[in-house]
């Protein structure tokens, strides 16, 4: 019996350490400023000092490429926009973990911007001109616009002259201050952060509608990763504000903390989609030239 019982420990604990050393993998999109390569390599190091895991950061273009690679189970946690969290939560694909906190709120805005010197000042003004997209599965750059185009009982390829997506906010920022596009739609929180560090750009930029508050993009956890990972992912991040080095990530991210909320928090995000089927049921398909 006890050659059993230390023939099954010789098995067991190798397994154990081989997954305690499995680095943790975060996957984040365009929904955070990340051309900082420096500050993400400081905040994975934070991470894995207080959980005591490698941290890896995984960089994708699109959201659906995040949401791909959580569903295959290649990363753990993400970065988020709302829209992608609204259309997923149902499938069992993943959870909400924690939402930002940002000037004192977990909600941000989409902004409909144009060129500073642009004659525009209404939406409907952008009507038979360009317009730049952010991303096809994002609330504030593609959702919330696509709603206001529904509204009048358009879809995007008969009101605008012409539509892209950047795939990037700070990108909708740029192609709008170089006035590659008439107008473009963008995460608030973006184009502040940018107003902050560039402001050259976003001075080249005006907002002329702001939407109501949505519940800020959230960060997720994939189903199936353990609860102890979790528990401690979550506890890592709402403390950072306790921390003296991760409250000065924060103030680098502009952002106040990390906190547990209720998935009714995109409700209205929900409600936003739900409008656009019943007058759109092909939303996502959008025709660019």
Not at 35 to 50: A, G, P, V
Request: glycine share 6%; net charge neutral; with cysteine.
């Amino acid at each position: 019996m006890r050659l059993c019982i230390l023939f099954l420990l010789f098995w067991i604990t190798p397994i154990q350490a081989a997954s305690a050393d499995t680095p943790i993998r975060f996957g984040l999109t365009a929904v955070v400023i990340t051309e900082n390569l420096r500050f993400l390599d400081q905040w994975s190091q934070y991470l894995e000092h207080k959980i005591g895991r490698k941290v890896e950061f995984v960089q994708r273009r699109s959201y659906r490429e995040v949401m791909d690679l959580l569903a295959s189970g290649a990363i753990d946690f993400a970065w988020i926009c709302g829209y992608p969290y609204v259309q997923a939560k149902d499938s069992d694909l993943l959870q909400l973990l924690t939402v930002p906190i940002y000037r004192g709120s977990p909600h941000y805005h989409s902004y409909i911007i144009v060129h500073e010197s642009s004659p525009y000042k209404r939406f409907s003004d952008l009507k038979g001109k360009s317009f730049a997209f952010s991303d096809p599965d994002s609330n504030s750059g593609f959702l919330y616009p696509l709603a206001l185009i529904a509204k009048k009982g358009e879809t995007p390829e008969h009101y605008f002259r012409q539509t892209f997506f950047t795939f990037n906010h700070a990108e909708t920022v740029q192609a709008v201050a170089e006035q590659v596009a008439d107008g473009g739609a963008v995460d608030s929180y973006i184009w502040e952060y940018i107003a902050v560090f560039r402001p050259q750009i976003t001075e080249k930029t005006r907002i002329i509608k702001k939407s109501p508050s949505f519940g800020f993009p959230p960060i997720v956890n994939r189903m199936g990763v353990d609860a102890a990972t979790v528990a401690q992912m979550r506890q890592t991040l709402e403390e950072m504000i306790d921390d003296i080095n991760g409250k000065e990530l924060l103030d680098r991210l502009k952002l106040d903390g990390f906190g547990s909320y209720s998935d009714s928090l995109f409700n209205e995000i929900r409600a936003l989609e739900h409008a656009v089927q019943r007058t759109n049921p092909r939303h996502s398909v959008v025709k660019t030239d």
